[in-house]
């Protein structure tokens, strides 16, 4: 991870991601839950890269450079529940 912070565009660019707790939002985790395994597999059949490990990357290296460092900075009530429960 040592040149991230050179992919990232510009200093404000920095300074506008999130550090830290994540805000429950029910509508998005509810959307992610039920996303069905029929339309995954559709778009599996269609697009054998679909759901790929490192195809972020490839396709869009910014974006996936700047979701890992936002993942990496920050954490969700889940992730807490997570580390109680263990």
């Known amino acids: 991870m040592g040149g991230i912070v050179e992919w990232l565009q510009s200093r404000e660019e920095m300074e506008r991601m999130k550090i830290g707790y994540r805000k429950p939002r029910i509508?998005?985790?509810l959307k992610?839950?039920?996303t069905g395994r029929a339309?995954?597999?559709v778009k599996k059949s269609?697009?054998?890269m679909y759901g790929?490990?490192?195809v972020g990357f490839a396709k869009n290296p910014r974006?996936?450079?700047k979701?890992?460092?936002y993942r990496r900075t920050t954490f969700g009530?889940?992730?807490i529940l997570k580390k109680l429960f263990k």
């Open 27 to 29: 509508k998005s985790s």
């Open 32 to 34: 992610a839950r039920t």
């Open 39 to 41: 339309k995954r597999s």
């Open 46 to 48: 269609i697009n054998p």
């Open 52 to 54: 790929k490990k490192g």
């Open 63 to 65: 974006r996936s450079v």
């Open 67 to 69: 979701n890992a460092v």
């Open 77 to 79: 009530t889940m992730d």
